[in-house]
C-alpha cells in the first residue's frame, strides 16, 4: 500500500510560480511510474504530466507543456511539479498518482492540492 500526500498548492496570480510536491509513505515509490492530474470545478479530471520509474521518461498535457515540469527524487520517495508561468485556467485541484509498469490503472490517489491562479 502506497500513501500519497501533496502539498504546495496556494493562491498566485497569472504568470507566477508554483512547485507541488507529492510525498508517499508506505513503500518506495521508485517501482511506480507517477502522474499528475487536475480536475477544475465542474470539469472532468484530466492528464497534466508523468514521468517514468528512473524519472527519465516524462509526458505532458499540450496544455501545460513548456511550462511545467515532472521530476521525481527515489530517494526521498517524492514527485514534484514545477509550474511557471501559470494561467487562471490552471486552477483546479492538483493531484498525484502511482501505477505499475505495463499497466494502466493509476491504483494510488492522493487527496489534492488546490491551485488557485487570480487574473
Known amino acids: 500500500q502506497v500513501q500519497l500526500v501533496e502539498s504546495g498548492g496556494g493562491l498566485v496570480q497569472a504568470g507566477d510560480s508554483l512547485r507541488l510536491s507529492c510525498a508517499a509513505s508506505?513503500?518506495?515509490?521508485?517501482?511506480?511510474?507517477m502522474g499528475w492530474f487536475r480536475q477544475a470545478p465542474g470539469k472532468e479530471r484530466e492528464f497534466v504530466a508523468r514521468?517514468?520509474?528512473?524519472?527519465?521518461?516524462?509526458s505532458y498535457a499540450d496544455s501545460v507543456k513548456g511550462r511545467f515540469t515532472i521530476s521525481r527524487d527515489n530517494a526521498k520517495s517524492t514527485v514534484y511539479l514545477q509550474m511557471v508561468s501559470l494561467k487562471p485556467e490552471d486552477t483546479a485541484v492538483y493531484s498525484c498518482?502511482?501505477?505499475?509498469?505495463?499497466?494502466?490503472?493509476?491504483?494510488?490517489w492522493g487527496q489534492g492540492t488546490q491551485v488557485t491562479v487570480s487574473s
Open positions: 508506505g513503500r518506495t515509490l521508485s517501482s511506480y511510474i
Open positions: 514521468i517514468s520509474t528512473s524519472g527519465g521518461i516524462t
Open positions: 498518482a502511482a501505477r505499475l509498469p505495463m499497466t494502466s490503472e493509476y491504483i494510488y
